[in-house]
């Protein structure tokens, strides 16, 4: 009998200090959480503040290029603000892309084809009028598939704010 008393207190004992040694895990593994939380977050609010940045550099030149297309004798300066939209538009894909594979399970696979769709677009387009002068018609629609990308984020992104209001 005292045996088992003794074999009682003892797994009462054993069992307390695994429940102590778990609680003291679990602290020391939220505190890590919510160090790395707070890291992660500092750095997606200065990615997304870059991000910010390179989109709006992107799209004054888009801008640009509209006006540019909009003045007779246009062209050339557009097709200037052409060559200067690539890589500009490169260095905010992936800066997005950078920010979608740091939040996202999914990353940004799914966005990665489409970005380089229409990095190849633009491309082609500066080769098609690389020499020749373009046809304001033409020229005018070099960028749509870029400003037609963004203007589905921003939709989708106002139709899922409404549907949260």
Do not use: W
């Not at 003291?24 to 992660?40: E, K, M, S, T, W």
């Amino acid at each position: 009998m005292e045996m088992n008393i003794a074999a009682q207190v003892n797994r009462n004992i054993a069992a307390q200090v695994n429940r102590d040694i778990a609680a003291q895990v679990n602290r020391d593994l939220a505190a890590q959480i919510n160090r790395a939380a707070a890291a992660f977050f500092s750095t997606a609010g200065a990615d997304l503040a870059s991000l910010t940045d390179y989109r709006q550099q992107l799209f004054n030149l888009v801008g640009d290029f509209q006006r540019a297309i909009a003045q007779p004798q246009g062209q050339i300066r557009a097709v200037r603000i052409l060559r200067a939209i690539l890589p500009c538009s490169q260095a905010y894909f992936s800066k997005v892309e950078s920010l979608l594979d740091k939040m996202t399970v999914a990353g940004a696979a799914p966005h990665r084809s489409e970005h380089r769709r229409i990095v190849v677009d633009i491309k082609a387009a500066l080769e098609r009028y690389s020499g020749a002068k373009p046809a304001p018609a033409d020229l005018a629609h070099a960028l749509d598939d870029l400003v037609m990308h963004e203007a589905t984020i921003r939709l989708r992104e106002s139709a899922a704010g409404a549907q949260q209001a």
